[in-house]
């Protein structure tokens, strides 16, 4: 078991569920969860003609960051971006435009291609020039996220910021990549003291993947990587007090043990 | 910090398959680049292709995940005896508390650019031998190595661009320092693919020539494929005579998302971080092997962060004209060069290095120098302003 860290902010942004105040109640099983397609609302992280440079990727990312951020110092946080595929829309289109002959890749659309495009857009947006990283673990990915967000604050502290999204498939991707629904939540870590919550880590743990206590969320859960992260979620806003079991990469699983900060 | 053990590792690139082939290739300014002959690619360049791949498919048990990044893996794991050292490792600590921390910038790519161009005429269907998960999805490499190697501890693929490769080197560092695990297998594999190439071409950063990089005609990258594995260890679980991993170094440029920062402002901030970790000073080290991808903008950049953190006429080497730029496994193939001229006693010269720029005010030289090396520190730097720097050192 690691040593604990703080969660200090979550952002969350998901079908019905807008951002996290807003879906406390539903994580909470207070409320029926209402399903809605997501709207991206603008992220005020980037000014409206960066905006548009960049994708619905990095914009779905950049959300989720931007509401976990809050109240904390943006310009010397360290982040983690975790996704399992990155940007779909830009790889459809430029698999698309290599099968034509002399293919035309859009310049914008290649650098955004890369998998570390939301890190690196929001590095830029928020003048950060603190370490900024991006991986995947497939369906493991938030589980490979919150270790390397745990060990980045357990090394270094200070403050790390994790983010945790996918968009939807392509239509041609829907069998071989099953992932219907755009997802993003982010968490905002950092010393215990003064966190709304502590988290424990633990990588060495085993058990069953815990499934979400709300069966509607549960319906959700499978639709996108990230959103292995709503059993997560349902603990941090009180359904339940038990610890939270997340598919590993590698056949493993994590532990996650929450308290309530004491105050 | 404490220093990390490399206690096996391995290399294969356009310069050679396998460390005795990569470090002769290095000591003598051999390079592997020839002109583009990929089919479906054609564009004015050269790149660094390493041969063999088509004729070697995945089989077997591991035949999901064959494409051309997994069979580059699977070459570079065969070299070195590498395998059975990871074997002695598993004796050692457990498949379990071995990590798998590998970076890519395209992972399997080439599969799927592939699957559309075997699309369904009638439908637009993928082919349905088209495999997603285990090709190129980001996390494939680590699933094939960690499979491959019989691990089972923690593992992820960073994919930072150009620097995911060396970022995997302080995850390590974190990983063991944590406690989570004992050893990691670190490195990465980036290939060859249309995705990069007609990429890097769209934003005019590819040169016709074979790159030249710290010269003052270079035009841009030649493009390459590598993968490189190392064995990471305590120091303390380790032989005495295994070089070190000493330092590391993470920042962001928060400039641009294709163009590096023109001071190098968020390079020197990843070098000082390394030095600092290790506890050294500039002067003390021997030569630091540059990202110099041979680009007009990133090769000025970098210089002007060595000349912040070390002075004037800095002893420096680019390697990519050996090796073409390898993107997501230029930090392996850097930390490898970097572990063969700490054995075999020698700096490494720049290949494709003739007129070196006066405006860079390096110490950059076309032809290697013998003479012993204890300390290096290496460069690798990315897309979305990503850098890391590795400090690595002989055996104490």
Known sequence: MLNPVGIHAVGLIGPGLADFPSAREILAGREEHLYAPVQIPPTSLLPAN????????????????????????RTSMRSVFASSSGDMDIIDRICEALTHPDPAVSPMQFHNSVHNAAAGNWSIATRN?????????????VAAGLLEAVTLQLSEGGEVLLVCYDVPSMELFREVRPVTENFAFGLRLGPVAGAQWQLRLDPGGNGPETPCRAPALEALRATNPAARALPLLERLAGAHHDAVVLEAPAGR???LHVEEATP | MNALAITAHTQTSAAGTGNAAGAAALRAGRSGLRRCDLPDVDLETFIGRVEGLEDHPLEGELAAFDCRNNRLAE?????????????????????DRIAVLLGTSTSGIAATEEAYRRRDPATGALPPDYDYRHTQNMYSLADYVATRLGLS?????????CSSSAKVFAD???????????????GGVDSLCGMTLYGFNALQLVAPEPCTPLDRQRRGISIGEAAGFFLLERAEDAPADAPRLTGHGESSDAHHMSAPHPEGAGAARAMRE??????????????????????????????RALADVLGPRARCAGTKGL??????????VGAAQALASLAGGFVPGTAGLTDPDPELGLDARAASEERPVRRVLLNAFGFGGNNCSLLLEAPC
């Open chain 1, 129 to 141: 020039p603190a370490p900024a990283t991006a991986l995947s673990g497939f369906t493991g990915t």
């Open chain 2, 153 to 161: 501890g923690p593992a992820m693929v960073v994919s930072t661009a």
């Open chain 2, 75 to 95: 070459l570079a794991l065969q070299q070195d005896g590498f395998l059975a050292a990871v074997d002695a490792a598993i004796r050692r600590h457990g498949a």
């Open chain 1, 50 to 73: 960066e905006r548009r440079r960049t994708t619905q990727t990095i914009r779905l990312a950049l959300r989720a960051a931007e509401e976990a951020s809050e109240g904390g110092d």
């Open chain 2, 274 to 303: 390394a030095l600092q970790r290790a506890g050294r000073e500039g002067h003390e080290l021997d030569y630091v092997l540059m990202h110099a991808t041979a680009t007009p903008a990133n090769d000025r950049s970098e210089a």
């Open chain 2, 172 to 186: 390590a560092w974190r990983h063991i320092h944590a406690g989570i695990c004992d050893a990691a297998i670190v």
């Open chain 2, 323 to 332: 090796t073409g730029h390898t993107l997501g496994a230029a930090g392996a």
């Open chain 1, 253 to 255: 699983v994590l532990g």
